[in-house]
């Protein structure tokens, strides 16, 4: 016997709430309006739907023109990680320049811009600070994303970050909990496991999502790791002891946990996205991000179905399901409130400044330029040079349609600077850049020189041939410096680009920190 799903009754309503879908377009298909209609409460927005703010100010308005507290949520952590700035590069620094600045006054005011500009969009919900401890140098999937490997440092900045971007009403959501720094495998492929003992999770894991408890975090990331000292068998989005015991009743957190995206390899390869979306809700969570990868109609109504269909059975009790949505709107209720109060930047945007700094929107790029640090000398620029971009494949959080390095920001510094790109498929890049080079200074840009043999011994190559050569290293700087001139941004926005290509043009000198 089939059994007819209501898509007005409660438990459907309730289902709906707790979605957090994405979908195709830079404007709302009417398949969206219509759930809206049915209960759907948040969306999520990704860079296919991002063309200008003024049309995402747009979109977000047609939205709330069916419900007018719905949650409009995206993942713009400024640094890599960027949807707003998509085909640009983000106009903030990320994680792991703010903390290299260790400056948390700074770090509250880059957030507080950003969050302006995202509620000028009308975007509400933002899927960032990580909180993650880059434990693992060879981290594939959090690295610059970190505000660092120490946990006290990352704890602080977790909390200043949360000040400044609810602030402008916008709240945040801490990620990816209980920590994704220690692991050497992408979740967005397969499942990683943390073999560390309770111990050290407390002392170094829980430490930033403490502080980002203390400082009023709105929302709570999950993460599809699995840490046999909590739970040897189920990952952290779908474990009670984690989500529940932990999270909800030891560390006393009472907003709204959300998973990370229910498509990614670690769930849908173990359990599928409808049984994990259960399992996930049953184990505490009010939230399922889904749409990076799966932005239909038919996706939404499979896990709606999936959620109603677990609780008609009893395996999912209906009281859970009434309670994540309860949190879903409660969510919703305060980001409308936020906006009608007036939260955020106040006298400080009417000025053009940003919040206790005096410098205005360029606040990103006075962050970019205090993270660098630089490692020798090479005199400033008078001719044309050659950039070497030494790439590697983009992890799928910072995705390969943003741009980034030096080349466009220094070409228009010293015009006739010119640049190539090379990878591991690279027969012979010493001896191809040499010959591209010709005459002209080399500079060598990449990311995580560290996590790849090739570029190290291509450096090395280049700089025994060309002592002259510049080193900008835009990940992790965890490789010794080499080169006339090495620079560390810290990160790969379009603002780390600048300020390197500053300097090396002689612009400008590197503040340090």
């Not at 502080?211 to 999950?222: D, L, N």
């Not at 009434?322 to 906006?339: E, F």
């Amino acid at each position: 016997m089939t059994t007819l799903i209501s898509t007005t009754d409660t438990v459907t309503r309730d289902a709906l709430a707790v979605l957090q879908p994405g979908f195709t377009g830079t404007t709302v298909p009417d398949w969206v309006l219509r759930r809206v209609d049915e209960g759907l409460a948040s969306v999520a927005l990704f860079g296919r739907n991002i063309r200008t703010a003024e049309q995402v100010a747009a979109l977000t308005a047609q939205l709330r023109a069916e419900r007018a507290d719905i949650l409009v949520a995206i993942d713009e952590e400024g640094g890599d990680v960027t949807r707003l700035e998509v085909r640009t590069g983000s106009s903030f620094p990320g994680n792991l320049a703010l903390g290299h600045v260790d400056d948390v006054a700074l770090t509250r005011a880059v957030a507080q811009e950003l969050g302006r500009r995202l509620a000028e969009c009308g975007v509400n919900l933002d899927w960032a600070p990580s909180a993650d401890v880059n434990s693992n140098p060879g981290n594939p999937i959090i690295g610059v994303r970190s505000f660092g490997a120490d946990a006290a440092l990352v704890a602080r900045h977790t909390a200043a970050y949360i000040e400044g971007l609810q602030a402008a009403g916008v709240a945040a959501c801490t990620k990816h909990f209980p920590g994704h720094g220690d692991t050497a495998i992408d979740s967005h492929h397969a499942l990683p496991r943390i073999d560390v003992d309770l111990e050290t999770l407390h002392a170094r894991e829980l430490v930033p999502f403490r502080a980002a408890i203390a400082a009023g975090s709105k929302c709570v990331m999950s993460a599809h790791i699995l840490l046999p000292a909590l739970d040897p068998d189920r990952p952290g989005t779908v474990s009670p002891r984690i989500l529940t015991g932990l999270l909800r009743e030891e560390m006393g957190y009472d907003g709204l946990i959300v998973t990370d995206a229910v498509e990614m390899q670690a769930i849908a390869g173990t359990y599928g996205i409808e049984r994990g979306s259960v399992l996930a809700i049953a184990a505490g969570a009010d939230a399922l991000c889904v749409g990076g990868g799966l932005e239909d109609d038919g996706t939404v109504q499979r896990l709606r179905d999936a959620l109603v269909a677990a609780v008609r059975s009893g395996e999912l009790a209906e009281e859970r399901l009434a309670d994540a949505a309860a949190r879903v709107r409660a969510l919703a209720s305060w980001t409308q409130g936020a906006k009608e109060a007036g939260s955020g930047p106040g006298a400080a945007e009417q000025e053009g400044t940003a919040p206790g700094t005096g410098i205005g929107s360029d606040i990103g790029l006075v962050a970019a330029r205090r993270a660098v640090r630089v490692t020798g000398s090479a005199g400033p620029l008078t001719e044309p040079a050659y950039v070497a971009a030494f790439t590697s494949a983009s992890n799928i959080a910072v995705g390969d349609e943003t741009p980034w390095g030096v080349a466009a920001e220094l070409g228009r510094l010293v015009p006739g600077t010119s640049t190539d790109t090379y990878s591991g498929e690279t027969a012979e890049p010493v001896a191809e850049v040499l010959r591209a080079a010709r005459e002209r200074r080399i500079v060598v840009v990449l990311r995580d020189a560290h996590r790849h043999a090739w570029m190290a011994g291509a450096i090395d190559a280049l700089v025994a041939a060309r002592p002259d050569t510049v080193v900008v290293e835009m990940g992790v700087p965890q490789a010794p410096p080499r080169g006339a001139l090495h620079i560390a941004t810290h990160g790969a926005a379009r603002v780390c680009g600048l300020a390197a290509a500053e300097i090396i043009a002689g612009g400008t000198q590197a503040h340090g920190a």
